[in-house]
């Protein structure tokens, strides 16, 4: 087998037995194609045992003098040592190219995020059309602010889902793992809303979906990063306006309100605490500024 076919095994593997996303694998298979174009321009070559330190470290240095990111070129070189560990598991190779290769440091940013006034503006001031545009934008807004969920977790969103007799809704996240975000009574009463007009103007729509397009199809990620993009354009002037955005904002809000961390990474889902202390950082460098404002010798 030559290095596209072995690709195309740990894609496999990535999809059938990790359950990795559309979009992770997508990314994956984007560096690993655009590698094994690059071995194949430079060194004629399409075969595993061949690859070696020097070739990649050759092919990082080629996209840091196009002005590649650091973030996007250590995405790149986590691509490939996923691969090569996998290789090295299935005895296609007896050592890793990658075991020398050493990632570019990256800039530690704290997550952006809207403010709390800004998130009252949107629902309370800002007019949604009577559409069924406008009601399922509303929806899908409160449902990223008020439960933190990513955005592939909106869209694939179920009406079964919702139990409104416990007041919470249950999401699958990354890698299939299910977790149960409670939600205020004013959301639920939404969603419940929400179904049983969709059920009364879409035979077509029927349980499974719980956010629809006009037409009854699900929503789309392009569709719902434009209708967040268009609403937070209108109340903030941050530079992302994203649907992670909205789940920075969750997580910020909770964190300088007190909430527990361990609580905080539970609701986001996270698998490790690390990824959810970034918002504790959030809430002293919020303090510092109240500092830096407030006290006279600051």
């Known amino acids: 087998m030559n290095f596209d076919q072995y690709i195309q095994q740990f894609l496999d593997y990535l999809k059938f037995q990790k359950h990795y996303s559309g979009h992770t694998l997508l990314s994956y298979e984007n560096d690993l194609r655009a590698f094994a174009a690059y071995l194949q321009e430079q ?17 990082l240095a080629g996209m840091k003098e196009k002005g590649y ?30 075991a020398g290769i050493v990632a570019p440091k990256i800039e530690k940013r704290l997550p952006q995020f809207v403010e709390q006034d800004q998130i009252q503006t949107l629902f309370q001031h800002v007019e949604f059309p009577a559409d069924w545009k406008g009601k399922t934008d509303r929806l899908l807004l409160q449902l990223l602010y008020e439960t933190g969920m990513r955005q592939s977790e909106l869209i694939g969103l ?21 977790r149960i975000i409670p939600v205020q009574q004013e959301l639920m009463q939404a969603m419940q809303f929400y179904i049983k007009e969709k059920r009364m103007q879409m035979a077509d729509a029927g349980g499974e979906n719980l956010l629809v397009k006009a037409d009854g199809g699900p929503l789309t990620p392009s569709g719902v990063y434009q209708t967040v993009r268009k609403y937070l354009s209108l109340i903030t002037t941050i530079d992302k306006k994203s649907p992670h955005i909205l789940r920075h904002s969750f997580a910020t809000h ?14 986001l889902g996270h698998s490790s605490l690390a990824a959810t202390q970034v918002y504790t950082h959030t809430n002293i460098e919020k303090l510092k500024e109240v500092y830096r404002k407030a006290h006279p010798k600051a």
């Open 158 to 178: 179920k009406e079964r889902n919702v139990d409104a007799y416990q007041s919470q809704i249950k999401v699958l996240g990354k890698g299939s793992k299910e």
């Open 43 to 59: 060194y004629e070559t399409d075969q595993v045992a061949t690859i070696r330190a020097p070739m990649v470290r050759s092919w």
């Open 69 to 98: 990111t650091a973030k996007s070129i250590n995405r790149k070189i986590s691509s490939l040592k996923s691969m090569f560990k996998y290789l090295l598991r299935k005895e296609v190779v007896a050592t890793s190219p990658m």
């Open 254 to 267: 909770l964190s300088n309100e007190g909430a527990d961390i361990n609580a905080v990474k539970e609701l």
